[in-house]
């Protein structure tokens, strides 16, 4: 009995919130998927040498490299 009377106080309070944010969110925020996928796409390709990702690390600017060992003779 308690889940169902909490359940019915939350619909309102989300539906509330809903509405209050479809209120805030202007049409020259929202971008087409096509715009947006077309942006980012070409920020990608842009900046795509300096990805360490694509481009790899420097072993001497890798934190993560293997240590070196020393060898005593």
């Known amino acids: 009995v308690l889940a169902s009377s ?3 106080m939350a619909a309102p309070v ?3 919130m809903v ?3 479809t209120l805030e969110i202007s049409p020259s925020v929202c971008l087409q998927v096509s715009q947006a996928s077309a ?3 070409n920020f990608c390709l842009q ?3 300096k990805d360490p990702l694509l481009m ?3 072993s001497s600017d ?3 490299r293997p240590p070196k060992s020393c060898v005593l003779l």
Do not use: D, I
């Open 39 to 41: 942006e980012l796409k």
């Open 19 to 21: 509405t209050a944010l």
């Open 62 to 64: 890798n934190p993560f």
């Open 47 to 49: 900046n795509a040498n």
């Open 6 to 8: 909490g359940s019915n």
């Open 56 to 58: 790899g690390v420097p």
């Open 14 to 16: 989300s539906q509330k």
